[in-house]
Every structure is written in structure tokens, then in C-alpha cells.
């Protein structure tokens, strides 16, 4: 399954096998001097994501899924050298691994399911990510754990920048193999 997240100022819409509607849309807003993404479906929002930082700089953000009314959290290793996001959900392990440039690999239970990867040159605080997933994959908690991570406040105030991606080490090799089934 191939599917595109297109970035347009602070809103982020999710489209599958590049339909002329987007099957998710995110954005942020701020509330109470805190920060919360929401990802709506037809005008009901069917996740939140709050950012949160911990002492000593760790970031965790606390996802909340509608369906499953259950919450969990992704969380950063706090490695500059070797970056990992990791998060418990549904019994299932899942680890997004940074690869050198722009590519992260996203793995369930130490096994590939899906991997994207973001454009290198952004305009106008647009931006696109190619998702590249098995079919059997859940849609909604995939494009939460991207909008997670992925959503910055510099990009907004930017007109035209470069993304280097990742420029440290990485725990893993990107797969160039590796394909969804």
C-alpha cells in the first residue's frame, strides 16, 4: 500500500493509494498553553496527540486512538547518535528508526511493516511524505505515529528550506529490500 501525507501550513492530510479525498486530516492547536494535534475523519476527530517534555529534554507524546479508548505513548531513546521512537500498542511493540536522510523504517515486534520517506526541499510550509506499508497495517495508528513525530513548528515559518533529514548514526540500515506485501 503506497499512501501520501501531504503538509499544507499546520495541517496534515492523509491520502490512501492517492485518492482525490483525504482519508485523515491533522492540525494543532494550542490550548491552555499546551499543545494538542487532532486527526479527524469526516469532522470527528478519531485521535489526539499531546507532546510532552520531560525532564531531562526527552520527548514523549501521549496518543489517544478513539476506537480503542486506550492511550499510550511514543517515546524518544534520547540517543543523538542512534535515534529511535518507540511505543506499546495493542500487546504489539513498534519502533520508527531513523535512517541516515529522510527515511524511517517502522517496525512491529522487531519486524518491517512499514517504511516513509519525506521530500528534501520544502516550499512554502508544503511538504509531502511517501508512506510505503504492508495492506494488513492500521491506517489511523500509522499516520498518528508520523504526524507525531514529524510535525514541527519551524516548518510553519519557513518559506523555502532544506530537510538534511537524519545526519547522525542509525541503529539499524535502511532495507533497500524490503517491500510491502
Request: glycine share 4%.
Amino acid at each position: 500500500m503506497r499512501c501520501l501525507i501531504k503538509r499544507i501550513g499546520d495541517t496534515f492530510e492523509f491520502y490512501v493509494n492517492e485518492n482525490s479525498k483525504p482519508l485523515y486530516i491533522g492540525g494543532t492547536r494550542i490550548k491552555w498553553f499546551k499543545e494538542l494535534r487532532t486527526i479527524y475523519k469526516n469532522d470527528n476527530i478519531v485521535a489526539t496527540i499531546k507532546p510532552r517534555i520531560k525532564f531531562p529534554l526527552k520527548v514523549e507524546y501521549e496518543i489517544s486512538i478513539n476506537r480503542e479508548n486506550e492511550s499510550f505513548h511514543i517515546k524518544h531513546n534520547n540517543s543523538f547518535t542512534k535515534p529511535v521512537f518507540q511505543c506499546s500498542y495493542l500487546n504489539n511493540i513498534y519502533n520508527l528508526i531513523l535512517h541516515k536522510g529522510n527515511k524511517v523504517s517502522i517496525f512491529r515486534d522487531n519486524v518491517q511493516v512499514a517504511y516513509y520517506k519525506s521530500s528534501r526541499i520544502n516550499l512554502n510550509s508544503s511538504r509531502n511524505i511517501e508512506l510505503f506499508a504492508n495492506s494488513n497495517c492500521d491506517k489511523l495508528l500509522l499516520f498518528s505515529l508520523i504526524f507525531s513525530i514529524e510535525y514541527t513548528e519551524q516548518d510553519e515559518a519557513n518559506s523555502v528550506y532544506f530537510d538534511l533529514g537524519n545526519i547522525s548514526g542509525e541503529s539499524k540500515s535502511f532495507d533497500e529490500k524490503w517491500s510491502p506485501n
